[in-house]
Structures are given as structure tokens and as C-alpha cells.
């Protein structure tokens, strides 16, 4: 069962790594959607969820535009965002909560990591046309 729902909160929250089409609230909403059901959120928590999502995402899409800094400055500050998200998250989440999110979370990457090298070979395939 715990698989299974992981399967679940792996497969939908990879649609949040379709990042550069869609807004901060849009990324907000799809996230805070799959942890509510994943990790059966009260709607106290889910709305705790979706702000500090909202505010990271905002965040990170400012560092993704800002053209003076460099590649590895933008990847530091998002991983420093990253961080604070999980420490705002576990003040949100009941232990359990949390340390399923944990053990979902390194399945998560991966499969976002999968997503955008396969649509950057597609775009550069249809570049190619």
C-alpha cells in the first residue's frame, strides 16, 4: 500500500517538473494536492503546505531570471530554498507525515531529474525538424 501511494505521489507530483510552463500558484497548487492526498494533510496543513510552497516557488522562479547570477550561484540558493521548505514542512507535519515526505522525496527528484532530460531531448529533437 505504502508503495502504491508512493507510485502515486511520484507520478503526480512530476507534473510540477513542467516548472518553466507553469506559475508559482499553479506549482503551489499541484504540490500541495499530491502531499494533501499522499500524505493525508488535515486542511490546517494542507493550507500551511500550499503558502510555503507558493513562497518557494516564488523564490526560485526570481533566482531562475535573475541574469546576473551565475549557474552555480542559482543552484545553491535553490538548494538553501530547498532546505528551508523541509525544515517549514516539518513544522507542519506530524512526525510520520514527515518522514514518509522523506522517504517519497529522493524517489521524487529522481523521476523530475527523468522528466526534464526527456523533454529537453524532445525539444532539442523538435529543434531539429
Not at 60 to 71: F, G, K, M, R, Y
Not at 76 to 84: K, Y
Not at 110 to 127: C, I, M, P
Amino acid at each position: 500500500m505504502t508503495i502504491l501511494l508512493g507510485l502515486f505521489f511520484i507520478a503526480t507530483i512530476v507534473n510540477v517538473a513542467d516548472a518553466q510552463q507553469k506559475t508559482p500558484e499553479q506549482k503551489a497548487q499541484t504540490q500541495t494536492a499530491v502531499m494533501t492526498k499522499s500524505l493525508t494533510l488535515n486542511k490546517d496543513q494542507s493550507a500551511k503546505v500550499h503558502t510555503i510552497v507558493l513562497n518557494i516557488a516564488e523564490k526560485i522562479d526570481a533566482i531562475h531570471q535573475n541574469p546576473n547570477l551565475e549557474s552555480e550561484a542559482k543552484q545553491d540558493q535553490i538548494n538553501d530554498l530547498r532546505q528551508e521548505r523541509d525544515q517549514k514542512f516539518q513544522k507542519v507535519l506530524t512526525a510520520e507525515q514527515f518522514k514518509k515526505y522523506q522517504e517519497l522525496k529522493p524517489q521524487w527528484i529522481k523521476k523530475n531529474r527523468e522528466q526534464r532530460k526527456l523533454k529537453e531531448q524532445n525539444a532539442v529533437g523538435q529543434e531539429n525538424r
